[in-house]
């Protein structure tokens, strides 16, 4: 085998895999932070690998973090179905009525606009410690999104589909099930793959301003500590989950759904397949 065969070869099974480059990439993350971490003699700055993985399995074998674990993933649910509900329904309208279009677009617009970090503030202040703050939080701050995507989506529905719909005298309940939706699934798809993404970040930065159980509260208390390892052990826990559920599920979900349709590519579907 010559060499530029070889390098071709290695380069197939190094690169060739999306799996296998997002592996390869966390893995050399995961060596910069340690070396960096021991070279440089800051691990009480920003920890490293080995220590977090161990102090990780031991707060594991502890079970005391399941409590909070469920109470921060049910808030997780609260605020991503709200969202989800907000977002798809007044999309709907706002792309299939013009007047409500015209009404309510620069209110989404303004939506859009306002800072995560000052409605988490604003629904903890006015809400306290309960599962609302982080529900509302979430729902504040993402339903504007969904909204855009799916008016966007109800707006480039095909028209030939609707006239045609009407000249057959299709109903109008049927259309909605049969056209409309069927036409924006991809988007609905992208809302709900985007406002879970961003109902865990939301719910953990609220347990973190104003909780007394939850993950997030966990952060804050280790943050007090100045437990850089303690803080790090419960990002990476929940990340990993997100990521599970993120690739496992949404990403499995997405691929059965569009296998009929290649040029479909959800606009939220990046990461390893």
Same mark, same amino acid.
Not at 102 to 128: E, K, S
Not at 167 to 193: D, H, K, M, N, Q
């Given at each position: ?27 050399? =993350?995961?060596?910069? #932070?340690?070396?960096?971490?021991? !070279? ?6 920003? $920890?490293?690998?080995?220590? /977090? ?11 005391? #973090? ?16 709200? $969202?989800?509900?907000?977002?798809? /329904?007044?999309?709907?309208? =706002? @792309? %299939?009525?013009?007047? #409500? ?8 617009? /303004?939506?859009?606009? %306002? ?6 503030? +604003? ?7 309960? *599962? ?15 909204? *855009?995507?799916?008016?966007? @989506? %109800?707006?480039?529905?095909?028209? *030939? ?17 049969? &056209? ?19 109902? #865990? ?7 973190? /301003?104003?909780?007394?159980? @939850?993950?997030? +509260? ?7 500590? +100045?437990?850089? !390892?303690?803080?790090?052990?419960? &990002? ?13 599920? +949404? ?11 290649? *040029? ?6 990046? @990461?390893?397949?």
């Amino acid at each position: 085998m010559s060499t530029s065969q070889l390098r071709g070869t290695v380069e197939g099974v190094l690169l060739g895999n999306r799996r296998v480059v997002f592996v390869e990439s966390i893995l050399l =993350l995961v060596l910069v #932070w340690e070396l960096s971490a021991r !070279v440089f003699g800051i691990t009480d700055l920003i $920890a490293s690998p080995l220590l /977090v993985g161990a102090s990780m399995y031991e707060m594991l074998q502890t079970g005391e #973090w399941v409590m909070h674990f469920v109470a921060s993933m049910q808030r997780i649910i609260y605020g991503f179905v709200a $969202a989800l509900v907000v977002g798809v /329904v007044g999309g709907i309208v =706002l @792309g %299939v009525s013009s007047f #409500w279009g015209r009404v309510l677009r620069y209110y989404v617009l /303004v939506g859009m606009a %306002v800072p995560g970090l000052f409605v988490v503030i +604003f629904t903890a202040m006015a809400f306290g410690i309960s *599962d609302t703050t982080p529900m509302l939080a979430t729902a504040v701050i993402t339903a504007p999104f969904v909204v *855009d995507m799916i008016q966007s @989506g %109800v707006e480039n529905v095909d028209s *030939d589909l609707l006239n045609m719909s009407s000249a057959f005298g299709v109903s109008r309940t049927r259309v909605y099930r049969r &056209v409309l939706f069927s036409s924006i699934l991809p988007e609905v798809f992208s809302s709900i793959r985007f406002t879970f993404s961003v109902a #865990w970040k939301v719910t953990i930065l609220a347990e973190v /301003v104003i909780s007394n159980i @939850g993950i997030g +509260f966990l952060i804050r208390d280790n943050m007090s500590r +100045f437990s850089m !390892v303690g803080v790090l052990q419960y &990002v990476v826990l929940f990340v990993i989950v997100m990521m599970i559920i993120e690739y496992g599920v +949404f990403s499995k979900a997405e691929t059965y759904l569009f296998s009929w349709r290649e *040029d479909v590519k959800s606009s939220m579907g990046t @990461g390893p397949r």
